[in-house]
Nanobody, 123 residues
């Protein structure tokens, strides 16, 4: 089993920045994809960004392109989500998830999930 722990959430004003961290432990050698998702009560879970652990390929939701950056450390056990120019609509619970691949995979099919970290953006 892979354990994922998110941190870095908090409350900021619109236009501010936050950096989320996702630390993976356990048997994650075959989890070639790490993704960030977010969910607000009453809304469907949204795929925010993904990164291929080996390729470094990143993908972003249109809603966050140009504002968010997903990255990983050189040991590839920690994935970050740098969030700049935050908007109130970015407010959500953010989850880190891992799976074998980033493409052709539904959010519900991701193998491992963290507990989530809350992001609140006020006007």
């Amino acid at each position: 089993q892979v354990q994922l722990v998110e941190s870095g959430g908090g409350s900021v004003q619109a236009g501010g920045s936050l950096r989320l961290s996702c630390v993976a432990s356990g048997n994650a050698y075959n989890r070639y994809c790490i993704g960030w998702f977010r969910q607000t009560p009453g809304k469907e879970r949204e795929r925010v960004a993904t990164i291929g652990r080996l390729s470094g390929t990143t993908r972003y939701a249109d809603s966050v392109k140009g504002r968010f950056t997903i990255s990983q450390d050189n040991g590839k056990n920690t994935v970050y989500l740098q969030m700049n120019s935050l908007k109130p609509e970015d407010s959500a619970m953010y989850y880190c998830a891992a799976h074998h691949a980033c493409t052709g995979v539904l959010a519900s099919e991701f193998s491992s999930w963290g507990q989530g970290t809350q992001v609140t953006v006020s006007s």
